[in-house]
């Protein structure tokens, strides 16, 4: 995300100033985004910035906004250790950009992972209450840049290619079958950006009273929620923004996440703020007071935010694997086998706090899925029999696992002897 929005500054500033080595400077930290993440943060950006030069037919020549050498750069730092990837894992290049880009577009992977994918209205919804409440003011930025027909003016290309990022990443996500709850993420820059434009040309009166509609509706679907079991809460608004809790309730097992009565109080302050917020907000429509009306929503969601966070610490606390970890560091002797059941995503910091290397049972189904097909892959990535084999050996076996007993491997081994829990998971020993 950082390396987006400043390669986006750099090259549209650059265009604008015509400043090449500045473009060049913005192409590198795109090439930094796709090493960070994914090859279309290389991509997909010049196309943007591309596209909206085109539409004021202001495309050429190319190398004032494509130099060559930042271009060159840009491939070197993204796709560079590809070659070197490939010499070492043969088919790495085919997984990266058929199987998990191309394949997955169309559902069709040859290795697919547990994500489970987000319907199209879910992810819509998902998505813009992300960008809430910026993404009404950039919705009416980009539908009064669309009106003046602002890509004929020079001095209006740079917000025209970061409205044409914004729509192309949510709209791209939106058409494909398969899209998951971040992936509407790299928009939120240009969303933001967008959006203090339109506080500034805008009706203000129009701008406040949409903001207070927005957050009274909020208010008062936090206010229904604090006065429920919560179950609708976890199932709707978790079962859909939250990757970890999707995945577990389409394996059939408890979601991994904090009680209820925990996120409760959360729900109830957030009531609070966005009521507030939404009374500010009607006064400034009716004064017509922008100033007033920004600096409510601004601290209306400056409240909100600790509660956000709040509710990340409580879910992350009640997923972490470090005190099951720390616990394997603490008794495990010289000799003994680490087994994490499941794919290791899911507890990726065990070989970190354990210091232990760790070995995966029924964990194929992953983003390992391709590393499960190299030679490699029998010594750690194993399947249900080895486990069973090497539990009744003389070797001593830890085994952490995520899963109830009675859907775990552990229902197949004999004398497992649960030596703690925490984080989700239960450590257990063959002695």
């Known amino acids: 995300m950082a390396a987006l929005a400043v390669g986006f500054a750099l090259a549209l500033s650059g265009v604008a100033d015509e400043r090449r080595v500045r473009v060049a400077a913005g192409l590198v930290a795109f090439g930094l985004a796709a090493l960070a993440k994914d090859p279309l943060g290389a991509l997909a950006p010049p196309l943007a910035i591309g596209l909206a030069l085109a539409l ?20 070197l730092l993204a796709f560079g250790w590809w070659i070197e990837a490939e010499r070492v894992t043969p088919g790495f290049v085919w997984y990266t950009v058929v199987d998990n880009h191309l394949l997955n577009m169309i559902l069709a992977r040859h290795f697919p992972d547990e994500d489970v994918p987000l319907g199209m209205g879910e992810f819509a919804t998902v998505a813009l209450l992300g960008a809430a409440p910026w993404v009404m003011p950039a919705a009416g930025c ?121 996120f409760r109080p959360l729900i109830g302050a957030t009531s609070l703020a966005l009521a507030a917020g939404a009374l500010a907000l009607a006064i400034a429509a009716v004064a017509r007071a922008r100033a007033v009306a920004v600096y409510a929503t601004v601290v209306t969601l400056a409240l909100v935010l600790p509660n956000a966070a709040g509710a990340l610490g409580l879910v992350a606390a009640q997923r972490a694997v470090k005190s099951v970890a720390e616990e394997i560091a603490r008794r495990a002797r010289p000799g003994d086998l680490v087994v ?16 232990r290397q760790v ?9 390992l899925a391709f590393g499960a097909s190299t030679p490699a892959a029998p010594d750690v990535l194993w399947q249900t029999p080895r486990l069973q084999q090497a539990w009744l050996g003389s070797q001593r076996v830890w ?11 552990v229902a197949a081994l004999p004398d497992a002897r649960l030596v703690a829990a925490g984080g989700g998971r239960r450590l257990y020993v063959n002695r």
């Not at 004021?56 to 491939?75: E, I, K, Q, S, T």
């Not at 290791?344 to 065990?350: D, M, P, S, T």
């Open 340 to 355: 994490h059941e499941g794919p290791l995503e899911n507890a990726g910091a065990l070989p970190w706090y354990s210091r």
């Open 142 to 262: 980009l539908w009064q840049l669309g009106r003046r027909r602002a890509w004929r003016n020079p001095a209006e290309t740079p917000w025209v290619a970061l409205g044409l990022w914004a729509i192309g990443v949510l709209g791209l996500a939106i058409l494909v079958p398969f899209r998951l709850p971040h992936y509407g993420l790299p928009a939120y820059p240009a969303i933001a950006l967008l959006a203090a434009r339109g506080w500034r040309d805008l009706s203000a009166r129009w701008l406040a009273g949409l903001h207070a509609a927005l957050f009274a509706a909020l208010a008062f679907a936090c206010a229904v929620a604090w006065t429920t079991d919560g179950s609708a809460f976890i199932s709707q608004v978790l079962g859909a923004a939250d990757v970890a809790t999707r995945k577990a309730t389409a394996a059939g097992v408890p979601p991994p996440i904090p009680p209820w009565s925990a």
């Open 359 to 367: 070995v995966v049972v029924d964990g194929r189904r992953s983003v």
């Open 399 to 409: 085994l952490v696992t995520g899963r109830p007993p009675e859907l775990s491997v």
């Open 56 to 75: 004021g037919d202001r495309g050429r020549p190319v190398g004032r906004w494509l130099p060559w050498y930042g271009v060159l750069f840009a491939v």
